[in-house]
C-alpha cells in the first residue's frame, strides 16, 4: 500500500517541477521572440546587437548548432565572426542568462526532453545527439534542470502520458451508448 501511495506522490511532484520548467523557458523563449526584444534593449546597446542576437537565435533554433559537441563560446563567436565579449554581452544582457554554459544547456535539455519522451534512443544516444560529449555531463546538466536523472524522467513521463491515455479512453468508453 505505501509503494502505491509513494508513486503518484513522487508523480504530482516531478508534474509540477515540469511545469515550472517549462513556465520558465516560455519566459525565456518570449524574451526572445522579436515582439518583445525591443523592450530589452537598453539605450547603451549597440543596435548591431540586436541583428547579433537574432543571428545566434537563428544558429539555435534553426540550425540547432547546439548539438555540436563541445561547442564553446569560443568557437560560436568564431562561427559568427564577431568577438567573443560581444557574445557574452548579448547572451548575458539581453538573453538573460548567467553565462554561455546555462544558454546551451537550455537548448539542449529541451531537445533532450523530446527524445526521451518520444523516441526509444539510448539516454546515451540522445545525450550526444543534443551535443554532450559524455555521459555524465548530460546526467548533471539533466538533473540540474530537473532534479531527476534522463531515466526517472522518461519513466514517469511516459507512465504519465499512459495514464491519461487510459482514462481519456475509459471517459469514452463510458459516454458511448451500449
Known amino acids: 500500500i505505501i509503494n502505491s501511495l509513494?508513486?503518484?506522490?513522487?508523480?504530482?511532484?516531478?508534474?509540477v517541477l515540469f511545469r515550472l520548467n517549462a513556465i520558465d523557458f516560455k519566459t525565456k523563449i518570449d524574451i526572445f521572440s522579436n515582439n518583445n526584444s525591443a523592450k530589452h534593449l537598453s539605450e547603451n546597446t549597440d543596435p548591431n546587437d540586436f541583428k547579433i542576437k537574432e543571428e545566434l537565435l537563428k544558429l539555435m533554433t534553426v540550425e540547432k548548432i547546439y548539438t555540436h559537441a563541445g561547442l564553446s563560446i569560443g568557437q560560436l563567436s568564431g562561427y559568427m565572426?564577431?568577438?567573443?565579449?560581444?557574445?557574452?554581452?548579448?547572451?548575458n544582457n539581453q538573453l538573460n542568462f548567467n553565462n554561455f554554459s546555462q544558454f546551451?544547456?537550455?537548448?539542449?535539455i529541451k531537445e533532450a526532453e523530446n527524445?526521451?519522451?518520444?523516441?526509444?534512443?539510448?539516454?546515451?544516444?540522445?545525450?550526444?545527439?543534443?551535443?554532450?560529449?559524455s555521459l555524465s555531463s548530460f546526467h548533471k546538466a539533466?538533473?540540474?534542470?530537473?532534479?531527476i536523472t534522463p531515466k526517472?524522467?522518461?519513466?514517469?513521463?511516459?507512465?504519465?502520458?499512459?495514464?491519461?491515455?487510459?482514462?481519456?479512453?475509459?471517459?469514452?468508453?463510458?459516454?458511448?451508448?451500449?
Do not use: W
Open 115 to 133: 527524445k526521451l519522451l518520444h523516441t526509444d534512443s539510448s539516454i546515451f544516444s540522445i545525450a550526444v545527439d543534443v551535443g554532450y560529449t
Open 6 to 15: 509513494i508513486f503518484p506522490a513522487l508523480m504530482a511532484v516531478n508534474l
Open 104 to 108: 546551451l544547456n537550455m537548448y539542449r
Open 152 to 178: 526517472v524522467y522518461r519513466i514517469l513521463f511516459r507512465r504519465s502520458q499512459i495514464e491519461a491515455a487510459k482514462k481519456e479512453f475509459l471517459n469514452k468508453s463510458k459516454m458511448e451508448p451500449s
Open 142 to 147: 539533466f538533473k540540474d534542470e530537473h532534479q
Open 81 to 91: 565572426k564577431i568577438k567573443e565579449y560581444k557574445l557574452r554581452l548579448i547572451i
